[in-house]
């Protein structure tokens, strides 16, 4: 039960009717016996400005964003974090008692703890990041702080990997789309932050015959959670890490700012979160 009292939080996005936050965070709610409520906050393009602004009005303690807004709401804040600069996109707004948002993004930390479930250690060789969009903005920030030595970042369109790789600077090398195969070579990690495998999506075809056997691969899609780059990976024995542990991950930040407790990530909700 909510009182008048409950802290308030939600995900900003159009559409937003697709989301699971709500159903994360409102287990975790219900779990730690907490006054409160996470809400979908559908919001259109034109309407982001004033719908962010109104947030403090409404004692909300803060908010998710989702696509098209994670760009958008850089300028609508009053203070950005130095990571989600870099990174370009904020994905949760925290609400101060005065009534100031600050933007973060906590993909870049959601998407290394999520393969450090997996393999704790940072690469000890080449990333491989399939992809140039919002995704692959975190995952390329995320694996520069952890230390990674190269990152062949590969995209369809070869002008937009130059660009992100200009924006974020470091060992960035953009290699065009032809060549992802050959670019496994001596990888120590490939991710495909695409949307390629994805349910309703075409397939990502690649050939793993040059990725070593005890490479890391993460697929950020996570509908199907077993996508046909993991199958195959799993397959010639890589290790992999699903996309699902990622949306997990992202989200215990954003709820520890609003609502005091860090929660974890159990296997139950895992399931719990991959159910119809």
Request: hydrophobic residues 50%.
């Amino acid at each position: 039960m909510i009182s008048g009292k409950a802290r308030l939080a939600g995900i900003l996005g159009w559409p937003v009717g697709h989301s699971r936050s709500p159903r994360l965070h409102n287990h975790w709610l219900a779990r730690h016996g907490i006054d409160g409520a996470y809400v979908p906050l559908p919001v259109a393009p034109a309407h982001l400005a004033e719908a962010v602004r109104v947030l403090p009005h409404l004692s909300f303690a803060g908010a998710n964003v989702t696509v098209p807004h994670k760009e958008a709401v850089l300028e609508l804040v009053d203070a950005v974090t130095p990571l989600a600069a870099r990174i370009g996109a904020v994905n949760t707004l925290v609400i101060g008692a005065d009534g100031r948002i600050t933007g973060t993004n906590t993909d870049a930390a959601g998407f290394l703890l999520n393969l450090k479930e997996v393999r704790p250690a940072p690469a000890a060789g080449p990333a491989v990041v399939l992809g140039a969009g919002g995704a692959a903005r975190a995952a390329c920030a995320a694996l520069l702080e952890d230390g990674v030595p190269e990152i062949r970042l590969i995209n369809r369109s070869l002008e937009r990997a130059k660009a992100l790789a200009a924006d974020l600077g470091g060992p960035i090398v953009p290699i065009a789309w032809s060549g992802r195969a050959a670019a496994l070579d001596g990888a120590a990690l490939l991710v495909n932050s695409t949307s390629l495998g994805m349910d309703g999506q075409p397939a990502l075809e690649i050939a793993l015959d040059h990725l070593p056997e005890d490479a890391l691969v993460n697929d950020m899609v996570y509908a199907p959670l077993e996508t046909a780059l993991l199958a195959a990976a799993r397959a010639r024995g890589n290790p992999v890490a699903d996309g699902i542990g990622m949306l997990l991950h992202q989200a215990r930040p954003g709820f520890e700012a609003w609502f005091g407790v860090l929660p974890e990530v159990t296997p139950e909700i895992r399931a719990m979160m991959l159910a119809p």
